[in-house]
């Protein structure tokens, strides 16, 4: 037997009046709440809200700081790694510096044709490529003797020079942007 109600044969109401048929008809078994406790969830939903935010921009900012971090980091390691390479390709520079000496030629003049000219042309070359990537030599002949720039060989008295003052370099020195390579090898005097 059926429960007494409205079998599937019998037409129904238009509009779904019946209770089971409309979720938002259907009587709801808690009662209204106060105006405080509906004021206390607005507050408790808001300060979540103002939370999940803050945190947000937390998160935002310190991404953006591990950003910037990494992105000094890399250029940093990149500029190590230049003035790496740069330290292995200065004695050869030296070198053919010394070569062109050797052979009684000017480093800027000219140079008859043959071997000592092709020298002369791979050096230029080699100094020129340095430059363009911002490797200058130091040279500080006649300058206040600075130990951050330069390595003191000897000393010996010089007429003319104040004591400190660097008289000879034995060997240029390299710098890459701010960052020395090389210190120039110097005498100085006393």
Do not use: C
């Amino acid at each position: 037997m059926r429960p007494p109600g409205p079998s599937s044969d019998e037409p129904r109401p238009a509009g779904g009046d019946s209770p089971q048929e409309d979720p938002d008809r259907r009587a709801d078994p808690r009662p209204p709440d106060t105006a405080e406790e509906v004021e206390h969830d607005l507050d408790e939903l808001l300060s979540q809200r103002d939370e999940y935010l803050d945190l947000a921009k937390r998160t935002k900012a310190d991404f953006e700081n591990f950003r910037k971090r990494m992105s000094a980091e890399v250029g940093a390691a990149a500029v190590r790694g230049k003035a790496e390479a740069i330290r292995e390709v200065v004695p050869v520079l030296d070198d053919l510096e010394r070569a062109i000496q050797a052979a009684g030629l000017d480093p800027e003049g000219d140079s008859p044709d043959g071997l000592a000219h092709g020298v002369l042309l791979v050096f230029r070359s080699l100094r020129e490529a340095l430059t363009r990537n911002g490797i200058e030599p130091v040279d500080p002949e006649g300058e206040k003797f600075d130990p951050q720039l330069h390595e003191a060989l000897s000393t010996r008295p010089a007429d003319g020079a104040q004591p400190g003052t660097v008289v000879e370099v034995v060997q240029k020195g390299y710098r890459f942007g701010e960052q020395l390579v090389r210190p120039a090898r110097v005498v100085v005097a006393e």
